[in-house]
């Protein structure tokens, strides 16, 4: 069955590392987009593409990047960990065209603490 | 500023009682509204999309009706395996093909058995 995936699951680091949060989907979806959740907030969009080789900003993008090299994969990049960014990321996918078209479908999420 | 309130915080149901939760929205131009069912420790799982005024969508004890304001969820005879976090996310149009869902902060729902 067509899936998305994350990893990892669930993550320690310290302040200062670089970390990158993997995303894969099996839908061959041309849209992907990672958010991140935290209490009071809701879910917060950090960037999105549209395809190959496009990559936008988000609402909270600041300190983050995202690079786009084939359909399946969105790599989210935390260049230098800071506890701000402690928090529950969820990558989600949807099809760029169909019925369904605006509809996004979620990763089960990767839990980061920043130490 | 587009924005999107979702009533109460927390509900809580005896099992059979019927409710409907709130998503009260403000923005530019509506191209959708969505409803998903989220779980303690998992990613929201989509249940409707509505597009216009006066659409109403059904899954099992679920309906989803929205006006040009607001959209309810309400949920008949429910069970405790209905209990969840139900989130509301709009999505303003113009808006390139998908992005820029704003969600709002949730509805926790607990059924008691």
């Known amino acids: 069955d067509a899936e998305i995936t994350q990893s990892p699951r669930h993550k320690i680091t310290e302040t200062g590392r670089q970390v990158t949060l993997a995303c894969h989907q099996t839908w061959n979806h041309n849209n992907m987009f990672w958010y991140r959740q935290d209490l009071g907030h809701g879910l917060r969009l950090i960037h999105y593409s549209y395809g190959v080789q496009d990559t936008n900003k988000g609402e909270v993008s600041d300190g983050y990047s995202v690079s786009r090299s084939n359909t399946e994969d969105l790599p989210l990049t935390l260049e230098s960990a800071a506890s701000s960014q402690t928090s529950v990321y969820f990558c989600?996918?949807?099809?760029?065209?169909?019925?369904?078209?605006?509809?996004?479908?979620f990763g089960p999420g990767t839990r980061l603490t920043v130490l | 500023e587009d924005q999107v309130t979702q009533s109460p915080e927390a509900l809580r149901l005896q099992e059979g009682e019927s409710s409907s939760l709130n998503c009260s929205y403000t923005?530019?131009?509506?191209?959708?509204l969505f409803w998903y069912r989220q779980d303690p420790g998992k990613g929201p799982e989509f249940l409707f999309t509505l597009y216009s005024a006066g659409e109403e969508k059904e899954k099992e004890r679920l309906k989803a009706t929205l006006t040009k304001k607001e959209s309810f969820l309400h949920i008949t005879a429910p069970k405790p395996e209905d209990s969840a976090t139900y989130l509301c996310?709009?999505?303003?149009?113009?808006?390139?093909?998908?992005?820029?869902?704003?969600f709002g902060k949730g509805t926790k729902l607990s059924v008691k058995p």
């Open positions: 996310a709009v999505q303003a149009s113009p808006g390139g093909s998908q992005g820029n869902l704003i």
């Open positions: 923005v530019s131009g509506l191209r959708g």
């Open positions: 989600a996918s949807g099809p760029e065209r169909g019925p369904s078209t605006d509809t996004q479908y």
